[in-house]
């Protein structure tokens, strides 16, 4: 049974466009939540989240987490070519020691 | 800050073939490190991860192995490949870095 699900699995978009992603979690013993962003080769990290309510922004893109509902979202606005990517969401529990990760959001920016 | 080597970074290899694939870390002491494989286009998947020398715990049954030799060593192996081992292999650590987790730059497999 899946622990990390993301939605949309794929997504396509003009520039410009303001996207939103999902992912719901379900685990035991929750401690973190990681956003990466995925090119060609390694994940690159875009957020770490472990605090409810509290939303993260790192230029056009923004995190925020719910610990009560079990999911976060990433924006991404006013979108660009450089933003298509596979977006991966990991769940790390204390116990361990390890990031479950979800099957990704595949987003293509068309110009 | 805490880096970590992987390579080759593609490999085609025939079915039954081994296979060996090597991942060091630098900057970083006592890691705990991770072997994670993704198809095409998804998500990642652990295969194996190892808090210490010697220690290797296994997520999914499979064809494949792994070891530690060293503190900053982690190896995965496979006596005889499989078609289904193709895939996007990546090493991961999770050390002192205040993000949580590095990456490897990965190694793409295909076995033919």
């Known amino acids: 049974e899946d622990k990390v699900v993301q939605s949309p699995l794929s997504l396509v978009v003009h520039e410009g466009d303001t996207v939103t992603l999902n992912c719901s979690y379900e685990?035991?013993?929750?401690?973190?939540l990681l956003w990466y962003k995925q090119e060609k080769k390694a994940p690159t990290f875009l957020f770490m989240l472990?605090?409810?309510?509290i939303e993260k922004k790192s230029g056009r893109l923004s995190s925020i987490l719910d610990k009560k509902e079990l999911f976060s979202i990433l924006n991404i606005t006013a979108t660009q070519t450089g933003d298509s990517a596979i977006y991966l969401c990991?769940?790390?529990?204390?116990?361990?020691?390890?990031?479950?990760f979800g099957g990704g959001t595949r987003l293509m920016v068309k110009p | 800050s805490q880096t970590i080597h992987q390579w080759p970074a593609t490999l085609v290899q025939p079915v039954g073939s081994p296979l060996s694939l090597e991942c060091t870390v630098e900057?970083?002491?006592?890691?705990?490190l991770y072997w994670y494989r993704q198809a095409a286009g998804r998500g990642l998947q652990l295969l194996f991860y190892?808090?210490?020398?010697?220690?290797i715990s296994s997520e999914v049954p499979q064809n494949l192995s792994a070891s530690r030799p060293q503190d900053r060593q982690f190896i995965l192996s496979s006596k005889k490949l499989l078609l289904s081992d193709s895939g996007f292999y990546l090493c991961?650590?999770?050390?002192?870095?205040?993000?949580?987790?590095?990456f490897g730059s990965g190694t793409r497999l295909t076995v033919v």
């Open positions: 991961a650590c999770r050390g002192q870095s205040p993000y949580g987790y590095t």
């Open positions: 990991a769940v790390e529990e204390y116990a361990g020691n390890m990031l479950t």
């Open positions: 685990v035991t013993n929750f401690r973190s």
């Open positions: 900057g970083t002491s006592n890691p705990n």
């Open positions: 190892s808090v210490g020398i010697g220690q």
């Open positions: 472990t605090s409810s309510g």
